[in-house]
């Protein structure tokens, strides 16, 4: 089992990122698939996820530090969930995460079972 995050980076306030997250060794498609940030010293914070379109319907969740700015999607095609982020600020810096979880729809990290190693992000001022 294998998720592996890419395209993170350094990135001005007001800019975009889009983080991809590819997952191999699992039924992917079967998988909520949930996106992760944690700033050293804090707690990891939950802020959005996707449910499996085949078994949940297409449902999604956004941190309210989020909503409006990220948008998340999936390729089952290509085992690959995507977070677009736009309108980047410098509180967005952080280590981001994806996960897998049988849960429907959860922004509980006790609910998901496979981790990828994460990618930074970096937003100057």
């Known amino acids: 089992v294998q998720l592996v995050e890419s395209g993170g980076g350094l990135v001005q306030a007001g800019g975009s990122l889009r983080l991809s997250c590819v997952g191999s060794g699992f039924p992917f498609e079967d998988y909520a698939i949930g996106w992760f940030r944690q700033v050293p010293g804090k707690e990891r914070e939950g802020i959005s996820c996707?449910?499996?379109?085949?078994?949940?319907?297409?449902?999604?969740y956004y941190a309210p530090s989020v909503k409006g700015r990220f948008t998340i999607s999936r390729d089952d095609f290509e085992n690959t969930v995507y977070l677009q982020m736009n309108s980047l600020k410098p509180e967005d810096t952080a280590v981001y995460y994806c996960?897998?979880?049988?849960?429907?729809?959860?922004?509980?990290?006790?609910?998901?079972?496979?981790w990828g190693p994460g990618t930074q992000v970096t937003v100057s001022s």
């Open positions: 996960a897998a979880s049988r849960y429907p729809s959860s922004s509980d990290e006790q609910h998901y079972d496979y």
């Open positions: 996707i449910s499996s379109v085949r078994i949940s319907g297409h449902k999604t």
